[in-house]
């Protein structure tokens, strides 16, 4: 099993929908999370880390399920610049820093 | 935020030889770093952990013999891909972390793609 699992996408949208990503991670000893945003050809950028108590940046909300190791991002009010892939990550294991990456949902908004 | 550089952004070679990429940590001390691969649509893979003044740890599958990694100071880890094939084609990612209390963040360099013909 891997350890971080998301939905496969892609995602299609028009401007101003609203678009919600799942994932859920196996490792219930693990630390940190976060939502990373990657453009094509591009490095991954740090989007939002999510915490327990869910948060809120703009347009985007993590939420974080430690009972069921389930993490969202919900984009409201989608703009053409939302484009990209989206990797849900997680922090953990026995190495410092040692971050474990979904597979990544493509999303297209369209006008 | 901090800022990872690597060098070269894009690199073609011939099939057989060495190629060497940099990753350095430009205003911060990275005792470790890490180095991923991603082939197309696929999601980034950790390779090795790269730590300073140490030798690197592999991840199952990659070969030790075959990607040298040298983490020779607090801000620089290089990683060499030798006797490149065209299956090394790729884009090759590092990235450094910096913590401080009740933080932790990890910064991505933007990534070297390797061409092998």
């Known amino acids: 099993r891997k350890e971080v699992e998301q939905d496969p996408g892609p995602f299609n949208v028009p401007e101003g929908a609203t678009v919600a990503f799942n994932c859920t991670y196996s490792n219930s000893a693990s630390q940190s999370f976060f939502w990373y945003r990657q453009d094509c050809r591009k490095e991954p950028k740090l989007l939002m880390s999510?915490?327990?108590s869910g948060n809120e940046d703009g347009r985007f909300t993590a939420q974080l399920n430690r009972a069921s190791q389930y993490i969202s991002l919900l984009i409201r009010d989608s703009k053409l610049s939302d484009s990209a892939t989206y990797l849900c990550?997680?922090?953990?294991?026995?190495?410092?820093?040692?971050?474990?990456f979904g597979r990544g949902t493509q999303l297209t908004v369209w006008p | 935020g901090a800022v990872v550089s690597q060098h070269p952004s894009r690199v073609i070679c011939k099939s057989g030889t060495s190629v060497k990429i940099e990753c350095r940590s430009l205003?911060?001390?990275?005792?470790?770093m890490f180095w991923y691969r991603q082939f197309p649509k696929q999601s980034l893979m950790l390779m090795a952990t790269s730590n300073e003044g140490s030798k690197a740890t592999y991840e199952q599958g990659v070969e030790k013999d075959k990607f040298l990694i040298n983490h020779a100071s607090l801000t620089l880890s290089t990683l060499t891909v030798t006797s490149a094939h065209p299956e090394d084609s790729s884009f090759y990612i590092c990235?450094?972390?910096?913590?401080?209390?009740?933080?932790?963040?990890?910064?991505f360099g933007p990534g070297t793609r390797l061409t092998v013909t």
């Open positions: 990550v997680v922090l953990g294991g026995s190495t410092l820093g040692r971050l474990y």
């Open positions: 999510v915490y327990s």
């Open positions: 205003d911060f001390q990275a005792t470790t």
């Open positions: 990235s450094a972390g910096e913590s401080g209390p009740g933080l932790y963040e990890q910064y």
